[in-house]
């Protein structure tokens, strides 16, 4: 498996607090990804970084902020939980030698009451 | 923007059973493709891909998928499927090299169920 953790792996939080999740991959991988998986809906991407301090939103990025400021490290912000951000959060990284294919991290499970 | 279609959402198999998973994506240009598989509690892990060439492609565990250009489909294939494939199987395309980031678009995911 890809050098992929992500931290903390469970949360529960409350309404209206601010969780950061983070991402770490030991692959020296330049892109790096944050999905939402929901029922239903499949992963739906949030934010990603396709270099240190370069980031861009994806289709779902309301209420979510990124930063990257080391290759190993992406941080998701929710800035201020609701309960509609519960879901399983997932990193991915892909590289050019990777052909586009992303490798994913373990989740982190998230439960905002 | 692209979109990817899996019609099937949940589909259950008696262990040796044929599968065919349904894919299909809307962008007309170049792409590759992908499926992964997600395992009860697990994260989600590829099984097979297609970039060009032989429009057939084999992947891990016995599962093949074939790339139909003038369908704009990409269906998953197994001829004898086991308890263990039990998991939920995502299709996922890739428009070529954005040159930004090579984002995937994915499809909302089968669940396949296996009975002994």
């Known amino acids: 498996d890809a050098g992929i953790t992500q931290s903390p792996r469970h949360k529960v939080t409350e309404t209206g607090t601010p969780v950061t999740l983070r991402c770490h991959q030991t692959?020296?991988?330049?892109?790096m990804y944050w999905y939402r998986q929901d029922p239903g809906h499949g992963l739906r991407l949030i934010h990603y970084?396709?270099?240190?301090?370069?980031?861009d939103k994806g289709e779902v990025s309301d209420g979510y902020s990124v930063s990257r400021s080391k290759t190993e490290d992406f941080l998701l912000t929710l800035e201020s939980a609701t309960s509609s951000q519960t879901s399983v959060y997932f990193c991915?990284?892909?590289?050019?030698?990777?052909?586009?294919?992303?490798?994913f991290g373990p989740g982190t499970r998230l439960t905002v009451l | 923007a692209q979109s990817v279609s899996q019609h099937n959402h949940h589909v259950i198999l008696s262990e040796a059973a044929s599968l065919e998973l349904g894919c299909n994506y809307s962008y007309g240009g170049t792409v590759n493709l992908f499926w992964y598989v997600q395992y009860p509690g697990q994260h989600l892990q590829l099984l097979l891909k297609?970039?060009?060439?032989?429009?057939l492609v084999k992947g891990i565990k016995g599962f093949e998928a074939e790339f139909i250009k003038s369908k704009f489909s990409f269906n998953l294939r197994k001829p004898s499927v086991q308890w263990s494939d039990t998991a939920e199987y995502f299709c996922?395309?890739?428009?070529?090299?954005?040159?930004?980031?090579?984002?995937?678009?994915f499809g909302t995911g089968t669940r396949l169920q296996v009975t002994l």
């Open positions: 692959e020296n991988h330049r892109y």
């Open positions: 297609y970039f060009s060439g032989d429009p």
């Open positions: 996922a395309v890739r428009e070529g090299w954005t040159g930004t980031a090579s984002k995937l678009t």
């Open positions: 991915a990284i892909s590289d050019f030698l990777t052909g586009g294919e992303q490798f």
């Open positions: 970084s396709y270099g240190v301090k370069d980031t």
